[in-house]
């Protein structure tokens, strides 16, 4: 595992992507999604959030950029996935956006709150810029949609 705190110099790397699931999800597997995140994510030093609704996935993933990439080409290969279109992959000299969530399930409804909140919390422009793009593409997606009852 590599320290990568943003701190001495060391960037952290950062994907964002969206999918379509290809068949129904119910609870119970977006549960087992979260779970198997939850258990392998710390042995790799990834954190992120998971964003769930309409059929559609949106996760931001951070830690090690080679354990970051690892984990989005076993994402894309996923038969659960389709579509799926990557919207960040950068390095970043910087803290985590989310550094006590190895994966954490946000539901639809609740994903702008999380995404202005953290837009308001963070210091970096880069990083206010990346989010506010993350709510312009929810607020064009499905899931805007879903969240405004259209």
Known sequence: MQNDEG??????????????AVHQMDKETLEKIISTAKYHN???????????GSGIFFQWLEGPRDNVTSLFKIISADP????VVLLTDEDEFRER???NWDMEL???????????DAMHTVSDP??????FNMVQELNK???GKHEKGH
């Open 141 to 143: 997606s499905e899931l």
């Open 126 to 131: 880069k990083q206010k810029k990346t989010l």
């Open 80 to 83: 659960r996935h389709s579509n």
């Open 7 to 20: 701190q001495s110099g060391l960037s952290i790397h950062n994907i964002v992507y969206c999918s379509r």
């Open 42 to 52: 710390p042995r790799f030093g990834i954190t992120g959030l998971l964003v769930f």
């Open 97 to 99: 956006l989310f550094p």
């Open 106 to 116: 946000v539901a639809a409804e609740d994903i702008s709150v999380v995404l202005e």
